[in-house]
């Protein structure tokens, strides 16, 4: 994967002499709040280092004033670093001059705002085509291109409106359409999603998988304070506490292995049905095959409670349980297998199992044939989550009592 975006040791520090005695300490090490009780300025970032691929959505997840918007702003230069480089497809941002950054800001990347940043007086499609208009696009094919966006946000019926005439969400989606229209292919989005009612947040998160999977391909850079939104929506999740990088992994390492008292704190409290997939906790299905008697399906049963019967195909067709093979041993297993069974994927995210699991009964796990492959057992969903539970626990001790944070 190579890296469009890359930080490499950056510190940002805000007051009158930066580059003083206050990047001095916190470059030998001293946190945050020291150096501001010695200097009075403000550690904004604090050796700060991640790249971004090539394709993927990397969010920073932090507390207020954790650092994230100062992070994401040395990507555009909208802030001026103090030490360290920035560096975009190669370009290091810091040493173009005004007039190149001018540029590489309208031609690289777009962004979209925690508060949508409309115009009030502009309809939706003149607000979408903007950007364009300013690049010095023509009227035609810069609304063609806002048309287009506003489709791929499903609001094109509401492009003649005036933003105060559409609900948060909406505008929203129009802020999003605006990035969108510009065709840059990579995006910073800072808190885009914050201000609105998680129920229409989790839908503004599935849309952004679903047009990114489907055909954005974007290199997207998304902030969040929100770890169930980070680990909903990340490729890679990066951490930060008082303007330094605490742990950067994938969702599932994050929830997993948690690096400090300060991660595994989030993670208890994120709702981990919704990151984990139903591969991570399903187990292979080692079924037997239709046609084989109750008396050998028993011996094949082994310590097991429970196993499917699948067709030639390899398609589950049934269930079986020890108390369904008590009776007639020279009978095949389809006359005695359950047919009532719940199906799910790989890539399901638990929660939508647990239902199924809830019931005590096996859930098939089939590929988009229909061939089972893997099973999943209520007992193992909910050993899985308890082992994250107790894993943060642990963490979260071990963290305390070694470093008294
Ligand atoms: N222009 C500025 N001048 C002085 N200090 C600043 C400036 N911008 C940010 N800071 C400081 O830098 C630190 C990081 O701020 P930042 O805005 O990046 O936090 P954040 O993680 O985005 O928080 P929030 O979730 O509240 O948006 C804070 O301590 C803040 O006070
Ligand atoms: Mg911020």
Redesign the pocket.
């Known amino acids: 994967m190579s890296a469009r975006i890359e930080l490499s040791q950056v510190f940002?520090i805000?007051?009158a002499r930066p580059k003083g005695r206050a990047l001095k300490m916190a470059q030998s090490g001293v946190m945050?709040d020291d150096v501001q009780a010695a200097t009075d300025h403000?550690?904004?970032?604090h050796d700060v280092s991640f790249s971004v691929g090539d394709g993927e959505i990397f969010v920073i997840m932090?507390?207020?004033?954790?650092?994230?918007?100062?992070?994401?702003?040395t990507v555009n230069r909208l802030?001026d670093i103090t030490a360290g480089t920035v560096m975009v497809d190669g370009t290091d941002v810091g040493a173009l001059n005004q007039r190149e950054l001018e540029r590489f800001r309208r031609e690289k990347m777009g962004m979209v705002f925690?508060h949508f940043a409309l115009f009030p007086h502009r309809t939706v499609v003149d607000n979408v085509a903007y950007g364009l208009k300013v690049k010095g696009m023509g009227i035609d094919e810069r609304r063609r291109q806002a048309l287009e966006a506003l489709e791929l946000v499903g609001l094109e019926r509401y492009y003649m409106s005036f933003p105060r005439e559409l609900s948060g969400g909406m505008q929203q989606r129009v802020g999003l359409a605006r990035a969108l229209a510009a065709d840059l292919d990579i995006l910073l989005m800072?808190?885009a999603f914050s201000a609105l009612d998680p129920l229409i947040r989790r839908q503004m998160q599935d849309e952004l998988l679903a047009m990114q999977g489907d055909m954005l391909h974007k290199t997207i850079l998304f902030?969040t304070?929100d770890l169930n939104e980070a680990l909903r929506v990340g490729d890679r999740v990066c951490i930060?506490k008082d303007?330094a990088v605490v742990q950067i992994g994938t969702p599932e390492e994050i929830l997993r292995n948690p690096g400090t008292a300060y991660v595994a704190e989030f993670v208890k409290d994120v709702d981990q049905g919704r990151v984990l997939q139903v591969e991570s906790v399903m187990s292979q299905p080692t079924p037997i095959s239709l046609g084989t008697t109750v008396g050998e399906a028993l011996a094949m049963l082994g310590s097991r409670a429970s196993v499917f019967c699948v067709d030639d195909e390899g398609k589950p067709c049934g269930v079986i349980t020890r108390d369904l093979l008590a009776g007639t041993q020279q009978a095949g297993v389809e006359t005695v297998m359950k047919t009532e069974f719940g199906i799910t994927s790989r890539t399901a995210p638990l929660v939508e199992a647990y239902e199924l699991c809830a019931k005590g009964e096996l859930v098939a796990v089939v590929n988009e044939r229909g061939v089972l492959e893997g099973r999943l057992y209520a007992l193992d969903v909910l050993a899985e989550l308890g082992e994250i539970e107790s894993k943060a626990e642990q963490v979260k001790a071990a963290d305390l009592a070694g470093e008294g944070v």
């Open positions: 940002k805000f007051g945050k403000v550690v904004g970032l932090g507390l207020s004033g954790s650092g994230k918007s100062t992070a994401i702003r802030h925690q800072d808190e902030i304070h930060m303007g």
